[in-house]
Each structure stands twice: as structure tokens, then as C-alpha cells.
């Protein structure tokens, strides 16, 4: 059954960046986390195939699926390019979400970043998006899209191609708007022209946006002293036009409670606050940063078990805290029983799946020249 898309959850339960006990997923605060932000009247997860190493489908079984009716909530997976093969994958992959989520259909189904070179062509060249349609029309999947990390070319050519698609999915927060890269603003706008509904991912930029320097963050407290920095992010993007969801791949019970009292009783951004976050922004953007989003994409083919995206927070640490003594400690910390970023033999297979595009081999000189000189 078809449900209208103007009409959904504003908050998603991104199931990415599950708290963690001995390795795993801690099931019993991710059961407690559901409860209250089921409680609240909210009720779209969001999961995909490779999150926490396929463990994340699993979880959702657990903690919503056995415990709550099938028709009481709304589940979103997705289908991994990286790990198509041929055209039976398709079906493979897709009957092994089921059996891990334990349901019989997906609410929402998304082809997994798709961007321009290897994953859309992959996509296209196995006839996964003919593939969803089927998998529609049998009762499998209730609505069909995908989640977009390419050019604005890119997606228009999709959509003119495959009208078929019902949602955009699309990382969009107020530091990456006009950002060369990623290209939010633009994104946006192309969906909006059409009147296609969009979920926004990383509203806080993996937690960049949560955490801002002192001055930064007080020009915020300044205009609304009780209210997190995370809040501002995330109703700067649920206050746009056409925004159907905004994923928060929460990790802790705080930031539930919190984004929950964000969301409850939500109020768009006025005029002046809005002012405020452009402050913000444009502080922000006098600071050359890492663009990392702590997917970690990078780090599962690894051959040499970098922990990517940790080092490049001890980088971006440095370049806006200034705090080089803290960041090398934490690079040390997160290195120890890992990869270092000398250890880069440049084989270029984090760069071949990061969303930024990032250059990651070269970031990795410079972060080893950075944090391991005696």
C-alpha cells in the first residue's frame, strides 16, 4: 500500500551509527532508542546492506521488527552497486535483506549511492532500475528511488530516463549548500523543480555540524542559548520545501532526546535565524577542512586497515581547533591496533567509493607527515 510521501515522519532513525557493546550492536539501548522515538510518533528506519557490516539489517529485526506490527512503521534498505556482480546479485542480495530484516517487503528500496562512473553504470548495465520496478509491481518494494552522491548532470539525465522514481535521497546541510563538491543547493533544486520528495542525508555532516568551534557555537547560543548545535542543522534542512524525512543516524540516547525536542512542536527557521546559521556558514567555510562524512565506505576494502575517516577528524582537528597536542593523541589512540596513514600503499580503492570524492591518498601523506614525526 502507497502512502503519501508530503506526509512522512520529518525525523528518520538512520540505523548507520548504532551505539556499540564488545564489537556489536548494543541491542538493548537501540531497543530503548526505537521505544522513545517510536513514542514520539515517529516511525521511518533507515538501514542499508553494508551498514555495520550487514549487522544493521539485523538489528532492525531485532529491535523493530519482532517487536512492533509490520504495518506500524516504515522501513528503508538499500541495493549496493559494489557488490553486483551480474544480474542474479540482484535478486541474491535482495532476498538476503528480507531474511536478515525479517519482513516481507521494504517501504522504500534505494539503489545506493549512486554517482557518476561505476555505480550508475553498474545500475544501469544490470537493469536495476527495471529491476525495482518489478520488484514493485510484486508487492516487494512500496516505493522506489535511490540515494544521490553525483553531479547535478548526473541526476537530471537519471530522472529524465527513469521517471519511474518516486524520492531523491540527497546529502544536503547548510555547510555543504554551495559547496563545489557535493552541491546541495543545486541538488535541491533540480528535486524541487520536478516536485519529487527528498530525504535528506547527513543534515549534520557526521557530526561536523554538531560539533563547531567555540566561537562558532556561541554565535548560536547567542541567538538561542537552550538549543544544540546539532538542532540548528537539522531544522535548517527539515525547514525546506519539499523535504520529505531527514535521516539522523543517531548513536547515543542523548542525541535521540535531543533531535526528539527538536522535532516535536517543530518550528521552521524565521528570518533572523536563518541570518544566524549564514554567520555561521560562512565562518565555517573560512576554514579549509577534510569533507569526510565518516561513512566509512572507505575503510571496508582497505587492504591495509586504515581507519580513514578517524584520522581525517584528527586532521580537521588541527586545521580548525588549533589543538595539534589533542589530535595526535587521538590519531595515536586510533591507530594503535589499526593502519597508519604511512602505511598507504595507494592501491586508490577508498577513493573509488568515497561519496566527496575526496582525495584520500594524498590527504593520507599529508596526515602521516602531520602525526607521525617524532
Known amino acids: 500500500m502507497s502512502v503519501d510521501l508530503t506526509k512522512m515522519p520529518k525525523l528518520g532513525f538512520g540505523l548507520m551509527r548504532l551505539p556499540t557493546k564488545d564489537g556489536e550492536v548494543d541491542l538493548d539501548r537501540v531497543s530503548a532508542m526505537a521505544d522513545a522515538y517510536i513514542k514520539a510518533g515517529l516511525n521511518y528506519f533507515d538501514t542499508a546492506y553494508v551498514y555495520h557490516g550487514g549487522k544493521s539489517e539485523v538489528c532492525a529485526r531485532e529491535v523493530i521488527v519482532k517487536r512492533y506490527p509490520r504495518e506500524s512503521f516504515f522501513l528503508a534498505d538499500k541495493l549496493p552497486a559494489w557488490s553486483i556482480k551480474c544480474s542474479e546479485d540482484r535478486d541474491r542480495i535482495f532476498s538476503e535483506q528480507l531474511e536478515r530484516a525479517g519482513v516481507e517487503y521494504f517501504d522504500f528500496y534505494l539503489l545506493h549511492s549512486l554517482e557518476d562512473g561505476y555505480n550508475y553504470e553498474v545500475y544501469e548495465k544490470y537493469g536495476c532500475f527495471e529491476w525495482a520496478v518489478q520488484k514493485r509491481d510484486e508487492g516487494k518494494i512500496r516505493h522506489f528511488g535511490f540515494s544521490f552522491h553525483g553531479t547535478p548532470e548526473l541526476l537530471e539525465k537519471v530522472l529524465d530516463k527513469h521517471p519511474e522514481v518516486e524520492f531523491v535521497q540527497i546529502q544536503l546541510n547548510y555547510l555543504d549548500w554551495d559547496n563545489p563538491t557535493v ?44 538549543a544544540s548545535e546539532a ?77 580513514i575517516p578517524d584520522i581525517f577528524k584528527a586532521e580537521n582537528s588541527v586545521r580548525v581547533y588549533k589543538d595539534a597536542w589533542r589530535a595526535k593523541n587521538f590519531y595515536n ?35 602521516a607527515e602531520r602525526f607521525e614525526k617524532d
Open 183 to 226: 552541491q546541495s543547493g543545486r541538488l535541491y533544486e533540480i528535486l524541487r523543480s520536478r516536485n519529487i520528495p527528498i530525504i535528506v542525508m547527513e543534515p549534520v555532516k557526521g557530526g561536523t555540524l554538531a560539533d563547531l568551534t567555540p566561537e562558532n557555537a556561541a554565535l548560536l547560543r547567542k541567538a538561542a542559548p537552550e
Open 231 to 307: 538542532s540548528w542543522a537539522l531544522r535548517f534542512a527539515a525547514s525546506l520545501d519539499g523535504v520529505m524525512t531527514v535521516l539522523s543516524g543517531m548513536s547515543t540516547e542523548e542525541q535521540m532526546q535531543d533531535n526528539l525536542g527538536t522535532f516535536t512542536d517543530f518550528k521552521p527557521l524565521s528570518e533572523e535565524e536563518k541570518a544566524v546559521v549564514e554567520s555561521v556558514r560562512a565562518a565555517m567555510l573560512s576554514v579549509e577542512s577534510v569533507g569526510c562524512t565518516a561513512c566509512r565506505y572507505c575503510t571496508d576494502g582497505c587492504p591495509m586497515n586504515i581507519p
Open 333 to 367: 589512540k586510533v591507530t594503535e591496533n589499526a593502519g597508519k596513514a604511512s602505511d598507504c600503499i595507494g592501491c586508490g580503492q577508498c577513493e573509488g567509493v568515497c561519496p566527496q570524492h575526496l582525495e584520500i591518498i594524498e590527504l593520507l601523506k599529508g596526515a
